[in-house]
């Protein structure tokens, strides 16, 4: 229950012209967008990140900041912060982009306090140690909760994301459009399997392509359970070591040679690769038939992005039902989106919630 009404205008950066703008904060020359809400908010700056001011913490801020919540391992989330916050998997991604180990690391179900905050950590179900951080101010019993990179369906790699209430809800909308509602998982994992049995019965190499943490994997989990050998692209081995390490089961894989032009200690099995590393592969070896895992295969674009290549819908991402479930069962009294258009912000305000779309 919320103790005290509070009247907050958070500032918004809509379109910096240049980066001494954005030092400034000039509503003038930056474009920070002035807003006042009549519901209960808590306090925070939004500036390529949140800056909760009471918490005296960063959520995911993408540029280099003193205290920082990083939500995954991700590439553009893994900034070298003064310290870091983090679970232990993502401890593990944080030190091998970094190269940096002041941090402290988070326990599921453990809350660490910070100034007049409570502050708590639940899965995400995006990649290994991806979480949702859930913040409660002491005084009012205000919770804010973000979502970081998130999605609800289950996962063969990391542990389903609950959804939590609270009154404030930030959340990642990379997909929030109706059309990318995605398919069951276990019917895309079933044309996954059926693709590659086809490929291989046709005398052909099937190469599965996804991004080298998290959805790399997961296909190669999906394949190890399917019975299929596996070999990666080197560029995957780090972090599918550190799955490993956390006990995640990807079966007995072998890692391709760097050399772009040698498919040697692959024959026989089924290559899983970062989609910018297809091309080589492909031209290495003519008999290889490509497959992309992404959320854009619903658009139908990413196999124009693949020499010979297909798509299948399996995504690290919520889908628009994912987000649609979410808000109901969060009940939050406002909604701010990152990531995506702002169409799942203007979606909500036509449902009567009101929501506001950050950036990217
Ligand atoms: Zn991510």
Same mark, same amino acid.
């Given at each position: 229950? &919320?103790?005290?009404?509070?009247?907050? +205008?958070?500032?918004?950066?809509?379109?910096?012209?240049?980066?001494? /703008?954005?030092?400034?904060?000039?509503?003038? $020359?930056?474009? !920070?967008?002035? &807003?006042?809400?009549?519901?209960?908010?808590?306090?925070?700056?939004?500036?390529?990140?949140?800056?909760?001011?009471?918490?005296?913490? !960063?959520?995911?801020?993408?540029?280099?900041?003193?205290?920082?919540?990083?939500?995954?391992?991700?590439?553009?989330?893994?900034?070298?912060?003064?310290?870091?916050?983090?679970?232990?998997?993502?401890?593990? =991604?944080?030190?091998?982009? +970094?190269?940096?180990?002041?941090?402290?690391?988070?326990?599921?179900?453990?809350?660490?306090?910070?100034?007049?905050?409570?502050?708590?950590?639940?899965?995400?179900?995006?990649? &290994?140690?991806?979480?949702?951080?859930?913040?409660?101010?002491?005084? $009012?019993?205000?919770?804010?909760?973000?979502?970081?990179? =998130?999605?609800?369906?289950?996962?063969?790699?990391?542990?389903?994301?609950?959804?939590?209430?609270?009154?404030?809800?930030?959340?990642?909308?990379?997909?929030?459009?109706?059309?990318?509602?995605?398919?069951?998982?276990?019917?895309?994992? $079933?044309? @996954?399997?059926?693709?590659?049995?086809?490929?291989?019965?046709?005398?052909?190499?099937?190469?599965?392509?996804?991004?080298?943490?998290?959805?790399?994997?997961?296909?190669?989990?999906?394949?190890?359970?399917?019975?299929?050998?596996?070999?990666?692209?080197?560029?995957?081995?780090?972090?599918?070591?550190?799955?490993?390490?956390?006990?995640?089961?990807?079966?007995?894989?072998?890692?391709?040679?760097?050399?772009?032009?040698? &498919?040697?200690?692959?024959?026989?099995?089924?290559?899983?690769?970062?989609?910018?590393?297809?091309?080589?592969?492909?031209?290495?070896?003519?008999?290889?038939?490509?497959?992309?895992? $992404?959320? !854009?295969?619903?658009?139908?674009?990413?196999?124009?992005?693949?020499?010979?290549?297909? /798509?299948?819908?399996?995504?690290?991402?919520?889908?628009?039902?994912? @987000?649609?479930?979410?808000?109901?069962?969060?009940?939050?009294?406002?909604?701010?989106?990152?990531?995506?258009?702002?169409?799942?912000?203007?979606?909500?305000?036509?449902?009567?919630?009101?929501?506001?779309?950050?950036?990217?």
């Amino acid at each position: 229950m &919320l103790t005290e009404r509070r009247r907050y +205008t958070p500032r918004l950066m809509v379109r910096p012209k240049s980066s001494q /703008a954005v030092r400034r904060r000039s509503p003038i $020359t930056s474009g !920070w967008m002035q &807003l006042s809400f009549d519901v209960p908010v808590m306090p925070f700056r939004y500036e390529r990140g949140m800056h909760l001011e009471d918490a005296g913490m !960063w959520l995911d801020p993408h540029t280099r900041r003193p205290v920082a919540y990083v939500s995954h391992g991700h590439s553009d989330h893994c900034r070298p912060h003064g310290h870091a916050f983090v679970t232990a998997e993502t401890a593990d =991604f944080y030190r091998l982009r +970094t190269g940096r180990s002041a941090l402290t690391v988070m326990n599921i179900g453990e809350t660490l306090t910070r100034g007049l905050q409570e502050v708590d950590v639940f899965p995400a179900g995006h990649v &290994l140690g991806s979480s949702q951080v859930r913040v409660r101010d002491l005084a $009012t019993g205000h919770r804010l909760v973000y979502t970081g990179d =998130f999605k609800l369906r289950p996962s063969l790699t990391s542990p389903s994301a609950p959804v939590l209430e609270c009154e404030t809800l930030v959340m990642e909308c990379t997909y929030g459009a109706p059309r990318f509602t995605f398919p069951p998982t276990e019917q895309v994992v $079933t044309e @996954l399997i059926a693709w590659v049995g086809s490929v291989i019965a046709s005398g052909n190499i099937p190469v599965v392509c996804g991004y080298a943490l998290g959805k790399a994997q997961e296909a190669m989990a999906i394949l190890h359970q399917a019975g299929h050998l596996v070999a990666i692209h080197p560029s995957i081995e780090p972090y599918a070591e550190i799955y490993t390490r956390h006990g995640v089961d990807l079966g007995q894989y072998v890692v391709m040679s760097p050399d772009p032009g040698s &498919l040697s200690g692959s024959e026989g099995r089924v290559i899983v690769c970062p989609p910018q590393h297809a091309r080589s592969i492909r031209e290495a070896m003519p008999r290889t038939r490509m497959m992309i895992l $992404t959320g !854009w295969a619903i658009d139908g674009g990413a196999p124009g992005r693949l020499p010979m290549g297909t /798509a299948l819908p399996l995504s690290d991402h919520a889908g628009f039902d994912d @987000l649609v479930e979410y808000v109901q069962r969060a009940r939050p009294k406002i909604v701010y989106t990152v990531h995506g258009n702002g169409g799942f912000a203007q979606h909500l305000r036509r449902q009567g919630i009101e929501a506001h779309h950050l950036g990217a």
